[in-house]
């Protein structure tokens, strides 16, 4: 059972990772070889990850065949979207809040590796199946 505590450490936890990662490798390279990394050091330390997860869209009660892919999805309750790309725009805030809302999961972190620092460009979101966790 998820609590409001378990998933805010989680998120500090990929978020250090993140870090670590962008340390390593510095901006400049393709989303593809962060994201690549990233799950490397996740399932590292011992988390589960799943990898361009396919996102069911149901629309008039049936399932539509599109293919809507979220980046990571961690310990079933994270969604991460990663981007390295100059400027984040409105239209990435909507993606990941409209990924969480069809998977029903509590938080989702977008990060961009094109910066000089990770925990400038991150940006964590929660919604309302966050809200209705147990805070412990």
Known sequence: ???????????????????KVHRELGPGL??????KC????LEKNGFSV??????????????????LRLDLLVNDCIVI??????????VHEAQILT????????QGLLINFFTDNIT?????????????LPDE
């Open 50 to 67: 799943y990898q361009q997860m396919v996102i069911p869209v149901i629309y008039d009660n049936l399932v539509m065949d599109i293919d």
């Open 81 to 90: 979207e990663l981007k390295a790309i100059e400027n984040l725009l409105p």
């Open 120 to 132: 400038k460009s991150l940006k964590p979101f929660v919604n309302e199946y966050f809200s209705e």
């Open 99 to 106: 990924y969480m809302k069809l998977l029903k999961k509590p």
């Open 38 to 41: 990233l799950k490397y050091e």
């Open 30 to 35: 393709l989303e593809s070889v962060y994201e």
């Open 1 to 19: 059972m998820h609590t409001k505590k378990s998933i805010t450490q989680l998120s500090y936890q990929i978020t250090g990772l993140a870090i």
